[in-house]
């Protein structure tokens, strides 16, 4: 999870982020990460109401298409500045909900959106292309590019890939790592180009 964090603040170091925005709860460890690595504060949208916060908050509805439900995120007006260039991380991105929420609460506070980091994005899902129709700049660790048939194929991203398991070696060609079935630890910057299949279990 630290080389995840070191890895977007590596692709967004020349943006002059002032803080990381995620939802919680899955998209708080790699933004934190994130956060150390850059050294700028994180801040999470609630998807529940809290009793304390309850006033002064900005808000956005967020669907999700996996539990069919939508949530309310908020994100308190106290930690929100006018002056903010905020970086919003996420662990998947596949309809690009999450996201969505996090650009509609960016531009009620109006603050600048620097890009979006994804850990794993799903191609084969419209998330990506409808965030580069709005201009919004999309960092994705890995790509998953399909599931068919039970298996998890990966398209080869710009970084180097660190597999569960395996070293984090800087520079490594991330061709020779072999697909694991444990899935995918970290993903960082390459060249190559190609695809990557794992067994879904």
């Known amino acids: ?46 998807k529940h109401k809290s009793l304390t916060l309850n006033s002064g908050m900005y808000t956005a509805d967020v669907y999700s298409y996996t539990k069919k439900t939508t949530n309310q995120i908020s994100i308190s007006k106290r930690y929100v500045d006018k002056t903010d260039r905020v970086l919003l991380i996420d662990d998947f991105l596949a309809n690009g909900q999450a996201v969505e929420g ?10 600048e959106v620097v890009g979006a980091g994804i850990v794993i994005e799903k191609c084969f899902q419209p998330g990506s292309a409808e965030l580069a129709a709005k201009g919004v700049r999309v960092e994705s660790l890995a790509k998953v590019s399909s599931l068919a048939d039970g298996q998890v194929s990966f398209k080869q991203t710009k970084g180097k890939i660190k597999m569960a398991g ?36």
């Open 166 to 201: 395996q070293p984090f070696v800087p520079g490594e060609d991330p061709g020779h790592h072999r697909p694991n079935p444990k899935g995918l630890a970290a993903v960082g910057g390459g060249q190559k180009t190609g695809v990557k299949r794992g067994r879904l279990r």
């Open 102 to 111: 996090m650009l509609q609460i960016a531009d009620q506070a109006g603050v």
């Open 1 to 46: 999870m630290q080389h995840i964090g070191q890895e977007f603040a590596a692709r967004f170091k020349d943006a002059k982020i002032t803080k990381v925005w995620t939802v919680e709860s899955s998209g708080i460890a790699p933004a934190v990460m994130t956060g150390l690595a850059l050294g700028v504060p994180v801040i999470f949208a609630r």
